[in-house]
């Protein structure tokens, strides 16, 4: 039993967000990573969506959390509107709240589903191969709770040594779990940073269906990666017109031992919004801002339709997931175990 309508299509990127980037009667450019497609133009309700991409199967109320998600979005929306009508820093509370929606904005997508299921098909090929093709029949028992037949057990060697692991779908709940812990985990990572509000006149900003991109420091190399810990900086187009820039806190504590009560002075001092600034955008801050949300885009690039000048000349291949391990995950199996002696340990359960 459902109360009220049930909504099917479910946004990864926020409609009132994208209306941020549209025309006054909501009409957005959606630019395809994929070369053999080419731009278009609709409203912003037809895009960053799947068809119940939320919906939990078998619960009272099937879309209860896109709805806790609308809610959500409606307050870190106020909060956007308010910083451009020129309330900057904000207030700690609403700090937090909008660091939140950030973080949220961060993992939400299909991507980070994308990513999730490749990691555990992976595990899943190494637990499975290096046990061994005689001991599958214990770690079906072990991981799923049955005793398998002779075609059972083969069929799940092979589905589970193949390249890239078995086919592993995570379910919708899942999903919404990793999100909101994850969210959880990473807002420290907005909220303690000094915040930088670009305000752009003449030029505009464009955005994608992954708008919070990494800026790794300039003496890091490629290979090394960045997180949300190590990022030089975080940007998030706000509006075509509202740009903001998390810099490196590490600056202003890197001279302090590690358990100097000053740290946290700083931090608070953060937090506050003390270290806060507004600037007027500049054509540099403009590419960098543009450059950076491109490169992060995983299937599409949004803009203004008037803003097709902004759009940098070059796009990047779709990204289906954004991080990809190989190594000795994609080790050929022969069938001996490789520690004869031990047992396949059993994997983490997915709801």
Known sequence: MTSGSTAKLHHYVPQGYLRGFATGQERITAIPLDRARKPFTTSVKNVAAQTHFHTVEGHEEPDAFE???????????????????????????????????????????????????????????????????????????????????????????DEATQPGGPPIKFSNLAHIRHMVGTAEDLAKYFETRPWLLVRFDKRSLITSDAPVSLIAKPTEEPWQGVGFGTAWGIAFPITRKLGLLMSDPMVMIEQF????????????????????????????????????????????????????????????????????????????????PWFPAATSPVPAEAD
């Not at 803009?303 to 070059?314: G, N, Q, S, T």
């Open 257 to 336: 031992e590690l358990d100097d009560p000053r740290i946290q002075t700083v931090r608070a001092a953060a937090i506050s919004g003390r270290f806060d600034r507004v600037e007027t955008g500049s054509t540099k801050m403009e590419r960098l801002f543009n450059e950076y949300s491109a490169a992060n885009a995983r299937e599409y690039v949004y803009r203004h339709p008037d803003d097709a000048a902004f759009v940098p000349d070059e796009l990047p291949e779709p990204t289906l997931v954004n991080m990809e391990v190989g190594g000795f995950t994609d080790t050929e199996f022969d069938g001996k």
């Open 67 to 157: 709805k806790a998600l609308g809610s959500v979005e409606g307050d870190a929306i106020g909060l956007i509107r308010r910083m451009q009508g020129g309330e900057f820093p904000l207030p700690e509370e609403d700090r937090m709240a909008l660091s939140f929606y950030l973080a949220l904005q961060a993992v939400r997508g299909p991507d980070t589903r994308r990513t999730m299921e490749n990691l555990q098909a992976k595990i899943t090929r190494v637990e499975v191969g290096a046990g061994g093709r005689k001991n599958v029949g214990k770690w079906i028992r072990n991981s799923l709770g049955f005793d398998a037949t002779a075609e059972q057990e083969q069929f799940v060697w």
